[in-house]
Nanobody, 123 residues
Framework: QVQLVESGGGLVQAGGSLRLSCAAS????????MGWFRQTPGKEREFVAA????????YYADSVKGRFTISRDNAKNTMYLQMSSLKPEDTAVYYC????????????????WGQGTQVTVSS
């Protein structure tokens, strides 16, 4: 089992940047494929980005491609989401996700969730 804790959310103006972190504890972090999802009130949780255990392959939602970068540091048991050129429509609660077998690119492929961190982008 792994425990996930997100941090780094906040309020930023449109066009600005934020870096989210997801700190993992428990079983070996490098055993998990990791991902980020986001959710706004009244909408389903949606995929944002994901990466494999060894960072060999990264996946992005079309809405964030070219603006967001996912990465991980297995030595620090931490995953990151660097968000740039932020837009008001990026406003959401962002969740960290993990799966020991499959890359978490859909809600149904997530075994473990963090508690979420709020990102608000003002226009």
């Amino acid at each position: 089992q792994v425990q996930l804790v997100e941090s780094g959310g906040g309020l930023v103006q449109a066009g600005g940047s934020l870096r989210l972190s997801c700190a993992a504890s428990g079983r070996t972090f490098s055993s998990y494929a990791m991902g980020w999802f986001r959710q706004t009130p009244g909408k389903e949780r949606e995929f944002v980005a994901a990466l494999t255990r060894t960072v060999s392959i990264k996946y992005y939602a079309d809405s964030v491609k070219g603006r967001f970068t996912i990465s991980r540091d297995n030595a620090k048991n931490t995953m990151y989401l660097q968000m740039s050129s932020l837009k008001p429509e990026d406003t959401a609660v962002y969740y960290c996700a993990a799966n020991p077998r499959s890359v978490p690119m859909a809600v149904g492929l997530v075994d473990y969730w963090g508690q979420g961190t709020q990102v608000t982008v003002s226009s």
